[in-house]
């Protein structure tokens, strides 16, 4: 894993496998993911505006690196999560263009900074 020391890589990859058994919760059980997050629906507008701060940080932590692999991967990921927010709001008939244009423009970067990436020994 890039040559990070045990003790970084090991609970780094334990804490991604919480995140992605959240993910699973969430998606399949709804209910059980919000008891198992210990999280109430009540505040769910104060944990979205957290979650999008995290999220304005990481894109700006890899724009900061400038490493185009990780612009590329960074960006690809926050599309992804915009995209399928607008899945969920069209299947529900609910308005979703804003999460078609963020999901776009993600892309749209994604897809620049690994063209970057690939073409960076090809000068």
Request: proline content about 5%; charged content about 15%; hydrophobic content about 60%.
């Amino acid at each position: 894993m890039s040559g990070l020391p045990m003790y970084v890589s090991a609970p780094a990859l334990f804490l991604t496998g919480i995140v992605v058994w959240l993910a699973v919760l969430f998606f399949w059980k709804p209910e059980r993911g919000l008891t198992f997050a210990t999280h109430e629906r009540d505040y769910l507008p104060e944990v979205m505006a957290n979650r999008y701060l995290a999220m304005a940080l990481i894109m700006a932590g890899a724009l900061y690196d400038g490493e185009p692999a990780l612009i590329a991967f960074v960006f690809a990921a926050t599309g992804l999560s915009a995209a399928h927010d607008a899945r969920i709001y069209a299947r529900h008939r609910k308005p979703f263009f804003k999460h078609v244009f963020s999901a776009v423009f993600s892309a749209i970067v994604a897809a620049a900074a690994l063209l970057v990436h690939l073409n960076a020994g090809a000068a």
